[in-house]
């Protein structure tokens, strides 16, 4: 069976870290490039990182950059998105996917399979 589980999500207060997991199974998981979205209430999906096949290529949104962390672990089947000083505006259901590309994906039709999402709240 196909899955992608996303979690690690949780209330955290300004300027906190939380660590994101994307677990993956029933596929290769070295044949996908793998990205993180979030969606805000009210609020279009939108793209926060992504990683290539390789790990050798990766992907901010300009919102994130130098705050959060994508990385992938092939070993076990993982990716994480280390997010640091969080902010308010980063509150949003948090969702991994695939995308059958070589290089890096950036929107979400590239993706053909995503996971249930985990929340994250930042908030004192």
């Known amino acids: 069976e196909v899955q992608l589980q996303a979690y690690g999500g949780g209330l955290v207060q300004p300027g906190g870290s939380l660590r994101l997991s994307c677990a993956a199974s029933?596929?290769?998981?070295?044949?996908?490039?793998i990205g993180w979205f979030r969606q805000a209430p009210g609020k279009e999906r939108a793209g926060v990182a992504s990683?290539?096949?390789?790990?050798?290529?990766?992907y901010y949104a300009d919102s994130v950059k130098g705050r959060f962390t994508i990385s992938r672990d092939s070993a076990k089947n993982t990716v994480y998105l280390q997010m640091n000083s969080l902010k308010p505006e980063d509150t949003a259901v948090y969702y991994c996917?695939?995308?059958?590309?070589?290089?890096?994906?950036?929107?979400?039709?590239?993706?053909?399979?995503w996971g249930h999402g985990t929340l994250v709240t930042v908030s004192s």
């Open positions: 996917a695939t995308a059958p590309v070589t290089g890096i994906a950036t929107m979400p039709y590239e993706y053909d399979r």
């Open positions: 990683i290539s096949r390789s790990g050798g290529t990766t």
């Open positions: 029933g596929f290769t998981f070295d044949d996908y490039a």
